[in-house]
């Protein structure tokens, strides 16, 4: 447990549907001027450097940003547009050598009334976290256990939230103990927005997080998915997806272009892509 290190994959084809369809579900969400609470359960390090001897290990990262860069001053979707922008701000030289994670994404699209919680517990993930962010009144970095996080954070004060588990599905266990615990924090916050992404991976575990969520009674849970196919040879991970549970409807049609804009300029349309209910209403 705990020797993943998101920073050998940082910025590859999974990375880039993650934080664009990410960044449309919280834009989606800010339709109302209340304060939201979000908790980035699995926040790993917030940038990566991919000059690092990780990166360059696979240079996965050629499957993702390496092969969309070009593409930035196009006429894109929002939600593409969006994620090029950050990505620019925090690479002020140029290029995309400091690519933002989950939680750099985050705190960057974070309003004043907001309040965002970032976990990990990986030592040096966490240490790199609170070397690139400030905590504050609003931000907290917590060395802490996500499963333990859910249960202790949830529901919050606000009463509107954004949960977001991306593990590093290390276990095959982990699969069921993530429909398991959003399950349980479901209970206490029926009307938060969970967002949890998978892989697709040849064992096809996804399928256990799909069968638990089914049986757990959750209503409203949106499939937002890419399988690359071949596209990719090199990596064992042919695509991957998010579940959202309770999508915010106004996030509804930015998924859907940047799903098919993601689809066309990484796989050029080769790739399989999904966007439908898993659960509906
Ligand atoms: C896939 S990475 C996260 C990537 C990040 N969300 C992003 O998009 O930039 C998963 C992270 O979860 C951390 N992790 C694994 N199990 C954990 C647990 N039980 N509690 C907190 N963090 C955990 C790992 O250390 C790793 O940094």
Redesign the pocket.
């Given at each position: 447990?705990?020797s993943?290190?998101?920073s050998y994959?940082?910025g590859n084809h999974a990375?880039v549907l993650?934080?664009i369809i990410l960044g449309d579900v919280l834009a989606g969400m800010f339709n109302k001027e209340k304060p939201l609470f979000m908790l980035?359960?699995?926040?790993?390090?917030?940038i990566?450097a991919l000059d690092s001897e990780q990166a360059l290990k696979n240079r996965e990262f050629d499957s993702g940003i390496g092969k969309l860069w070009e593409l930035r001053n196009y006429g894109n979707p929002q939600g593409v547009a969006r994620w090029f922008k950050l990505i620019a701000t925090e690479n002020p030289e140029g290029g995309f050598n400091r690519f933002p994670?989950?939680?750099a994404l985050l705190h960057n699209m974070a309003r004043e009334l907001d309040r965002l919680t970032a976990?990990?517990?990986?030592p040096q993930?966490f240490d790199k976290l609170r070397e690139s962010f400030q905590a504050n009144r609003r931000f907290s970095l917590l060395k802490?256990?996500?499963?333990e996080?859910l249960k202790a954070l949830l529901p919050p004060k606000e009463k509107r939230g954004l949960i977001?588990l991306?593990?590093?599905y290390?276990i095959k266990e982990e699969y069921r103990a993530i429909a398991k615990a959003v399950t349980q924090a479901h209970r206490r916050f029926a009307t938060g927005v969970y967002v949890i992404?998978y892989p697709l991976l040849p064992a096809e575990r996804h399928l256990d997080l799909f069968r638990e969520l089914k049986a757990s009674g959750i209503r409203k849970i949106l499939r937002v998915e890419l399988d690359c196919g071949d596209c990719f040879p090199e990596m064992q991970m042919s695509g991957s997806g998010m579940l959202i549970v309770n999508p915010p409807w106004h996030a509804e049609q930015a998924m859907k272009d940047s799903l098919n804009w993601v689809c066309d300029h990484l796989t050029d349309g080769k790739g399989k892509k999904y966007f439908g209910w898993l659960v509906p209403e």
């Open positions: 447990m705990l993943y290190q998101h994959h940082a990375d993650k934080h980035d359960a699995f926040a790993s390090r917030g990566y994670g989950s939680t976990c990990d517990l990986h993930e802490r256990d996500a499963f996080a977001f991306d593990p590093s290390e992404w």
